[in-house]
């Protein structure tokens, strides 16, 4: 099982299976950015790592840039990275106003690195 905090600060290729505008295929909800998977990872829930890729306006398949931060569920097991363009960043208000409409189901903390 690997670490997220692992990746922070560091480059990231995400590959993505729900492109922003898509429909989450169990609950419906419209994914307001690209959210995809690291691949050949495995997180806390026994899945591939999650990301959440910031700063990526239009639809991708896959996206590469650096890891800024982690979304820690307290009340699940399952961390979330946040995949900015290199040279991007984000305050804590910004990637919870992006990531509400699917976090706002959980309790959370943002890690930052050093």
């Keep these: 099982m690997v670490d997220a905090k692992e990746f922070l600060g560091k480059e990231v ?3 993505i299976d729900r ?3 898509s429909a989450h295929p169990k609950w419906g909800f419209i994914y307001c ?3 995809g998977y690291v691949p050949n990872t495995i997180s ?11 700063g990526e306006f239009k639809p991708v398949e896959e996206f590469t840039g650096e890891c ?16 900015a363009p ?4 984000y305050t804590d208000e910004q990637i919870r106003a992006l990531t509400e409409f ?5 309790e ?7």
């Excluded at 800024?68 to 995949?83: E, G, P, S």
């Excluded at 699917?102 to 959980?106: D, L, S």
């Design 102 to 106: 699917q976090e706002k189901f959980f």
């Design 68 to 83: 800024i931060a982690i979304i820690h569920r307290t009340n699940d097991n399952d961390d979330k990275l946040v995949i």
């Design 33 to 35: 950015l690209n959210y």
């Design 19 to 21: 492109k922003l505008g």
């Design 108 to 114: 959370s903390v943002i890690i930052r690195g050093e």
């Design 13 to 15: 290729t995400v590959k």
């Design 44 to 54: 806390g829930d026994g899945e591939e790592l999650d990301a959440y890729v910031v």
């Design 86 to 89: 290199k040279g991007v960043n």
